[in-house]
């Protein structure tokens, strides 16, 4: 089993729509959690952090679900803007004490006109 | 503030030569990071340095992989003989030191080095 896990899509939605996005994460222990955004032929980039208490962004809202191991990340009000890849980060403490990020595969979103 | 630098953007070799990649992060930044991202999947790390030392590389394919940070700023990654699937982007990352609830833990990105293995 991958240690963070997503759903690749694509999703293709229509302007104005909301769209939701899950990751799961295999480590119960992982620190840390976050959405990166990466455009076409470009690097990743901070979305935003992820929190227990959820938190919002503008039409951007992430949650963490600490029990079922999941992350999310919905989009309302969806732009073309937004058509980019959505990537799943977990942070992990590893044996020699020091700290790791890993990345899911990410999730292709293209909004369409 | 500059970002992380990366060298070269692009190369185009066949297969069985060598390539060296070169990442100079962040001023300041103690954790650098190399990621290999292939065509439709997440980045994958490949190792990751703090300081000068290297705390994870259990990624990377040490018969043809190695990489050094010998001052602990900037960083080389060699491949050495190259194979077609490692054709990829190979990223470089670096960020201050991961101190729960002390800092956004942020990785910044340089704009990676797009390897094309004939």
């Known amino acids: 089993r991958k240690e963070v896990e997503q759903d690749p899509g694509p999703f293709n939605v229509p302007e104005g729509a909301t769209v939701a996005f899950n990751c799961t994460y295999s480590n119960s222990a992982s620190q840390s959690f976050f959405w990166y955004r990466q455009d076409c032929r470009k690097e990743p980039k901070l979305l935003m952090s992820?929190?227990?208490s959820g938190n919002e962004d503008g039409r951007f809202t992430a949650q963490l679900n600490r029990a079922s191991q999941y992350i999310s990340l919905l989009i309302r009000d969806s732009k073309l803007s937004d058509s980019a890849t959505y990537l799943c980060?977990?942070?992990?403490?590893?044996?020699?004490?020091?700290?790791?990020?890993?990345f899911g595969t990410g999730t292709r979103l293209k909004v369409l006109a | 503030e500059a970002g992380v630098a990366q060298s070269p953007r692009y190369k185009i070799i066949e297969k069985r030569q060598s390539v060296a990649f070169w990442c100079n992060p962040i001023?300041?930044?103690?954790?650098l990071y190399w990621y290999q991202q292939i065509l439709g999947q997440g980045p994958k790390l490949l190792i990751q340095f703090q300081n000068n030392g290297v705390v994870d590389d259990s990624q990377l394919p040490k018969d043809r992989f190695s990489a050094e940070r010998l001052k602990g700023v900037d960083s080389t990654l060699k491949i050495q003989p190259a194979k077609l699937e490692d054709s990829a982007v190979y990223l470089c990352a670096s960020s201050p030191r991961f101190l729960r609830g002390q800092n956004t833990g942020e990785l910044f990105f340089g704009e990676g080095s797009r390897l094309t293995v004939l």
């Open positions: 001023s300041g930044h103690a954790t």
């Open positions: 992820v929190y227990s």
């Open positions: 980060v977990v942070i992990s403490e590893t044996t020699s004490g020091t700290y790791k990020y890993i």
